[in-house]
């Protein structure tokens, strides 16, 4: 082995030594065998002279080189050793100290508002159904009995992905998908995100949550209606509240009704929530229309149904007392962990 190809070997050999070395103490011996007195690199260094004149040049520069390479490498090497041995003196475990407690998460007001809602309706025989929030144009609209050119169509116009599907902008879609695949009776309530290309302000976002209800069968009356959701109602917001149904227009229900709850802040004598008048709107209702049942293959001289949709941001508002919608989707933890 020549000169150069010792140095070569010395570089590997270090290499691997001290990426073996345990401790400072290790890493010091590999150091003293290369770099000390009588060490590897040190002897090559001194014996320079035994070479001829080019040879000396050529070994010389490189043997200097890789001196200055090794010192580096010992320094360093050094170095994480001590930083890994100072870092563990006093670092032992107490166990007397108190410990930290993790924060743990709170369940989001709108998902609570959602969960009650259904466990009031399930309690009422209601099971649940979902479906797809981006939904073509025959679901969401034309099979509900909006034709493509009706001007109710512009309050629920919406985004569209493409010429045919959309984000839905109810959840009266479902609906159709559930009558489609289940022969009445039924009775089922649908939860869901809805879109709609609303400019967002305090009381509206571009998305937001629905519960959607039907219930079909031979001899469903709009007095079924009236009694389910006044007994939502009640068990939603308190066995005092009143109910009160306003002829409305839908044009997948008819007839069709908006139904305000007497105000729960001022129990109906008027205040700065209900605008004075002691009601709050909070869902819109109707006896299901026929060309509804046509659409999905129902015969609407057999069955009779009634639907409703209630808007769960507009819930959760009123029972929490909350003034900004936006408050639910800024993730705000200071916000969100008042919610136990
Ligand atoms: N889909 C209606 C809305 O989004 C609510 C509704 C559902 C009304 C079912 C009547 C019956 O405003």
Known sequence: MNALEKLEKIKIDVETALAEAKGAQEVDSVRVKYLGRKGELTSILRSLS?????????????ANILKGELVAKFTQAQNAMESEQSNSVGKEIDVTLPGIAPRVGTVHPLTRVMVRINEILISLGFKIAEGP????????????NIPLDHPSRDAFDTFYID??????????????????NQAPPLQVIMPGRVYRPDAVDASHSFMFHQVEGLMVDKGIKFSDLKGVLSMFCKTMFGK??????????????????????SCIMCMGKGCRVCSGNGWLEILG?????????????????EYTGFAFGM??????????GIEDIRLFYE???????QFK
């Open 133 to 144: 929030e981006i939904e073509s144009e025959f679901y969401n609209f034309e099979a509900l």
């Open 285 to 301: 209702a109707g006896m299901v229309n026929p060309k509804v049942f046509e659409s999905v293959g129902y015969d609407p001289n």
């Open 163 to 180: 010429k045919e599907y959309l984000l839905r902008s109810h959840t009266s879609n479902v609906q159709i998908h559930v009558m489609q």
């Open 331 to 337: 993730n705000d933890v200071r916000f969100l962990k």
């Open 50 to 62: 035994d070479l001829s004149k080019e040879e000396k040049a050529e070994v010389g520069k490189r």
């Open 240 to 261: 005092d509240i009143e109910t009160r149904l306003r002829p409305h227009f839908f044009p997948f229900t008819e007839p069709s009704c908006e139904v305000d709850i």
């Open 311 to 320: 808007g769960v941001e507009r819930i959760a508002m009123l029972l929490y």
